[in-house]
């Protein structure tokens, strides 16, 4: 699976440092962030250790695009993914609450995924992250998405 985590803050680092083994996986982060994430990777302490490499200049287009920003910035992150978003890609939401996911439905309708998450995460630097707990994130379709059959997948 190829994809983009759109927003490497606590959550999106966690997201893409957790994806990266099994997938290709680019980030797409701002600033000293992006430069400290391209040379030194993602590291991730506490309820996991582990040390990620990801790709730090997406291209093309994804399998599965994380709006991982906070809900404020969604409709900005949203206008910003859209190239990279194809006729078959998922849009993951891993945002908490349910105002953010009209602004995606509007944008890309059915391929938008709920993805709420009950993980406990804060930077610890521009490429570290301390992750307190991992607890769980679910991936999921709303009741009646895609072609009228939820997708849930624990993690």
Same mark, same amino acid.
């Given at each position: 699976?190829?994809?983009?985590?759109?927003?490497?803050?606590?959550?999106?680092?966690?997201?893409?440092?957790?994806?990266?083994?099994?997938?290709?996986?680019?980030?797409?982060?701002?600033?000293?962030?992006?430069?400290?994430?391209?040379?030194?990777?993602?590291?991730?302490?506490?309820?996991?250790?582990?040390?990620?490499?990801?790709?730090?200049?997406?291209?093309?287009?994804?399998?599965?695009?994380?709006?991982?920003?906070?809900?404020?910035?969604?409709?900005? !992150?949203?206008?910003?993914?859209?190239?990279?978003?194809? &006729?078959? @890609?998922? =849009? *993951?939401?891993?945002?908490? %609450?349910? #105002?953010?996911?009209?602004?995606?439905?509007?944008?890309?309708?059915?391929?938008?995924?709920?993805?709420?998450?009950?993980?406990?995460?804060?930077? !610890?630097?521009?490429?570290?992250?301390?992750?307190?707990? &991992?607890? @769980?994130? =679910? *991936?999921?379709?709303?009741? %009646?998405? #895609?072609?009228?059959?939820?997708?849930?997948?624990?993690?």
């Amino acid at each position: 699976m190829k994809a983009l985590v759109f927003g490497a803050g606590a959550v999106g680092s966690v997201l893409a440092a957790m994806l990266s083994p099994g997938h290709e996986v680019d980030v797409a982060a701002r600033g000293e962030r992006l430069f400290r994430i391209a040379d030194e990777g993602i590291t991730v302490h506490g309820a996991v250790e582990m040390k990620a490499r990801v790709g730090t200049r997406p291209r093309g287009r994804y399998d599965m695009v994380f709006i991982a920003t906070k809900a404020y910035d969604v409709a900005t !992150a949203a206008e910003e993914v859209e190239g990279f978003v194809g &006729a078959d @890609t998922l =849009v *993951v939401s891993p945002q908490n %609450g349910l #105002r953010h996911m009209d602004i995606l439905v509007e944008r890309f309708g059915d391929r938008v995924v709920l993805a709420p998450t009950t993980m406990g995460a804060t930077m !610890a630097g521009p490429s570290t992250v301390r992750l307190a707990s &991992a607890g @769980t994130t =679910v *991936v999921g379709s709303p009741p %009646g998405g #895609r072609n009228g059959r939820p997708r849930w997948r624990r993690h």
